[in-house]
């Protein structure tokens, strides 16, 4: 998405791609991949009236990842979920992007380490809660 004020194409981060896939996939919902990425891209890139809110939302992207994938889904399957339902939900994409990191198919699409194509990811992985679930 390319806005007035921004000259260059801005891009997600390469892993946003395949937790997309995952994340779509784990819940049965393939058709909601396009859906989701637009969703996040489109949130992301937004023009932002303060200074400094872009920065915010980058730091937490996973998190933007799976509410925006939460926000397609029920409205894609037009339905109501209980506040149980949220919090399994929610704990289910947790353990997916908790997985990513360590899937070979992912690591060979982005590559180890921390490189460029896992920015936005640093701060998730650093999270005392992922580490005490032992997600990170």
């Known amino acids: 998405?390319?806005?007035a004020g921004n000259k260059e194409k801005e891009t997600l981060p390469l892993w946003v791609g395949p937790a997309i896939r995952k994340i779509c996939t784990e819940f049965n919902a393939e058709r909601a991949v396009p859906h989701v990425w637009a969703g996040v891209e489109s949130i992301l890139f937004s023009p932002c009236p303060r200074d400094?809110?872009?920065?915010?939302?980058?730091?937490?992207?996973p998190a933007l990842v799976g509410a925006v994938f939460s926000h397609v889904v029920?409205?894609?399957?037009?339905r109501i979920v209980s506040q149980?339902?949220?919090k399994e939900e929610k704990r289910r994409i947790l353990d997916v992007l908790g997985s990513l990191r360590g899937d070979e198919v992912v690591q060979g699409k982005v590559g180890g380490g921390y490189g460029e194509g896992w920015r936005g990811w640093e701060r998730?992985?650093?999270?005392?809660?992922?580490?005490r679930r032992g997600m990170a």
């Open 1 to 3: 998405m390319k806005h």
């Open 52 to 61: 400094g809110v872009r920065e915010k939302r980058e730091g937490k992207l």
């Open 74 to 78: 029920t409205a894609m399957e037009n």
């Open 84 to 86: 149980k339902g949220m």
């Open 124 to 131: 998730y992985g650093r999270s005392r809660k992922l580490h």
